[in-house]
């Protein structure tokens, strides 16, 4: 890894998405004629950008170690299934901490899963996520028969939809893991193994590190963040499906390419995740309050996601 | 070596193929009547069509999952003249798609070039922006109005038979291009120089550089040949369903690619046949049909696909680890990632 550049490109690529954000947020407010600046709209952008940037936290790590994780959004289905289960039938009696406590459990039992086939048995990444996002969600579709399943308790609503001092709490958990990923990524030894077996695993192999360990740690870390994810996502809905926000999937994919996570591993940084994910949030509530449909904001996404990569290409060299 | 794993996963999934074909027909002799295999082989000559296009992608060391957006919008312009004009000929309706699958994969091709970025990257922006602006224009309207002539097509068989209920039935003409499509796709592969190159490449791109190879020539070809091909299937989708709804085939592109590769195309490139192509995709549709005929639950096929899916994929990883060890000795296996 050549660290000395390796550092200084990730501080350009984070002062350009700074000025991408900026630019976009002012475009957006005289578009909207200062109607994103109001607190309604400040505040709809706070209680719906945490979802988005947990799963992408989820994808981080699997992109830095040069996989992928297609199978985030069936875990969190599956989670939120469970726990729904758990406060609606099974448990009823137990309340919220329980439920929730069951479904990241379930999400840690998801990760070894994944761990297993692709730390252990060597699977492709992509493969193997592949498979399992259609196992999991076909085990969500057998539980539900497809049926939505809602009506939670107001503990459990107050995570997606209560506010702390006006701050949305879904806002508050996403600030708090986006903190823990920080440290676990820059100021641990997994998060320096994780890099290093980004960038080059053969090398990282030779000075001594168990590379399985690491990529095993990486899913079970992944489907644990798609677990948080889960609980943020039910308690929004105030539902839980099978097949809630599959769009998110790709989302989360260019949301960590902005961020500036190479696709071929070893780079990124949790900063630039949390710009690319409030760029992707601005454009979204922005064409909302425009009345523009969805979809183009869904191709205007592709755009950018095309442009960063051009751009990178133009600025920063050949990879 | 390459070529014997190659022969060997084939070889094991005739097995499966006809192990579970004989165990379905067990359950429910209905399976193995004629019409109930033409059916199953009409049914789905889109995904076999454009399972071609991805196998071809994939020994290139590339992967496409913007093709179903190619078809959409494809399928979707055609729709759009055709309604409107009425113009009785399918030989012109087919001229629409073909010209525009071509050039949307000529653009995914110079992008995964000019990047150099993973494609599944490029391939996921130029997907949500093909079919973000097609859903923007059309806003989601269903098109079903189409010439006789195009509806005609759809019922046009290569021989009819009649099944004892007096229903007639034989291979359909979308069975037949899917067959002639998997012959060229065969050929190309095998017998032309341009199909020697996708290999190399796949194998190693550096290596086929320093050769002197034209890689932006090649990575040009495939993605303009699973773009031509996701064209073809727009046509052929539309006729089967006999209307064109713009989120149909959007969402089908890891079936596609999980056909591809249980088929034992490698998503490392370089590896990868027509042949076994086609017998994953069978595979996948024989699970599908026996599960329909054993009147299991759909909620249940998601759980069978995603478990065979992994089960194969475990396999041929175990199998290139065993490879590994055998060639090079244990240290190298730990290298694997």
């Given amino acids: 890894m050549r660290k000395s550049s390796f550092f200084k490109i990730g501080d350009i690529q984070i002062v350009v998405l700074l000025f991408l954000l900026v630019g976009l947020f002012l475009l957006m407010s005289f578009l909207t004629r200062g109607k994103l600046l109001e607190f309604q709209s400040l505040q709809a952008v706070a209680f719906q950008l945490p979802l988005l940037g947990l799963l992408t936290l989820a994808q981080m790590g699997p992109m830095v170690s040069g996989g992928i994780d297609l199978s985030i959004i069936a875990t969190a289905n599956l989670v939120s299934i469970i726990m729904a289960l758990s406060m609606t039938r099974f448990f009823p009696s137990l309340h919220a901490p329980f439920a929730i406590l069951l479904g990241l459990l379930l999400a840690l039992l998801l990760g070894v899963v994944k761990g297993f086939f692709v730390a252990l048995v060597s699977v492709p990444a992509i493969i193997a996520t592949l498979g399992l996002m259609i196992f999991i ?34 806002f508050l958990v996403f600030a708090a893991f986006t903190i823990f990923m920080y440290i676990l990524f820059s100021r641990t030894r997994f998060g320096l193994e994780l890099y290093l077996f980004g960038s080059n695993p053969v090398a990282t192999l030779f000075s001594g590190v168990d590379n399985r360990k690491v990529v095993f740690r990486t899913y079970l870390l992944s489907s644990f963040l798609a677990g948080v994810a889960s609980c943020v996502m039910a308690s929004r809905f105030n539902a839980a499906q099978a097949d809630y926000g599959e769009s998110y999937l790709l989302l989360t994919v260019l949301a960590c390419v902005l961020g ?32 523009f449909s969805s979809h183009l904001a869904s191709a205007l996404w592709g755009t950018i996601l095309l442009g960063v990569v051009l751009l990178n290409r133009l600025f920063l060299g050949k990879n | 070596m390459k070529f014997q794993i190659r022969r060997q996963t084939e070889l094991y999934l005739l097995a499966i193929v006809v192990a579970l074909s004989m165990f379905l027909t067990a359950m ?11 059916d199953l082989l009409r049914n789905n000559s889109f995904l076999g069509i454009v399972t071609l296009g991805e196998l071809v992608v994939l020994i290139s060391g590339g992967i496409d999952v913007s093709f179903t957006a190619t ?11 055709i309604s409107r004009t009425m113009v ?9 798609p073909v010209p525009i699958g071509l050039a949307l994969g000529a653009i995914n091709g110079c992008l995964v070039y000019y990047t150099r970025v993973n494609p599944v990257i490029i391939t996921i922006s130029t997907l949500n922006f093909y079919y973000g602006v097609l859903m923007f224009v059309s806003k989601g309207t269903w098109i079903y109005k189409f010439p006789p002539a195009f509806r005609e097509f759809a019922k046009l068989k290569l021989f009819t038979l009649m099944s004892s209920k007096g229903i007639p039935f034989g291979i359909s003409i979308f069975t037949l291009s899917w067959v002639i499509l998997g012959i060229i796709t065969f050929f190309l592969l095998k017998y032309l120089p341009i199909g020697r190159k996708i290999y190399a490449v796949g194998g190693n791109l550096e290596a086929a550089r320093r050769a002197g190879f034209n890689i932006f020539r090649i990575q040009l070809f495939v993605y303009c040949y699973i773009g031509l091909l996701a064209g073809v299937g727009g046509f052929v989708h539309a006729e089967l369903n006999q209307m064109i709804q713009p ?50 639950s759909a909620y249940w096929h998601e759980v069978i696909m995603g478990s065979i899916i992994v089960l194969a994929a475990s396999i041929s990883a175990y199998q290139r680890k065993l490879q590994i060890r055998k060639e090079k000795g244990r240290f190298a296996e730990e290298q694997l990632f």
């Fill in chain 1, 137 to 170: 969600r076909g085990v969500s579709l057998v539980i539900t028969r497809g049926y939505v399943i809602a009506g939670f308790p107001v503990d459990f609503l107050f995570i997606g939809n209560g506010t702390v001092l006006g701050i949305p709490t879904s």
């Fill in chain 2, 247 to 296: 989120n149909a085939i959007v969402g089908m592109e890891l079936d596609v690619i999980a056909a591809a590769i249980l088929g034992g195309a490698s998503v490392f490139g370089g590896v990868g046949t027509v042949w076994g192509t086609f017998l994953g995709v069978l595979l996948i549709a024989i699970i599908k049909n026996g599960l329909i005929l054993m009147k299991a």
């Fill in chain 2, 71 to 81: 078809a959409t919008v494809a399928q979707y312009v055609m729709g759009v003249l």
């Fill in chain 2, 88 to 96: 009785n000929s399918v030989l012109l309706a087919f001229l629409i």
């Fill in chain 1, 260 to 291: 500036g996570v190479s696709p071929s591993g070893g780079s990124g940084r949790v900063m630039g995740i949390v710009i690319s994910v409030a760029i992707l949030q601005v454009v979204a509530t922005g064409f909302n309050l425009l009345g």
């Fill in chain 2, 28 to 38: 429910n002799p209905k399976f193995l009547t004629l019409e109930n295999l033409f």
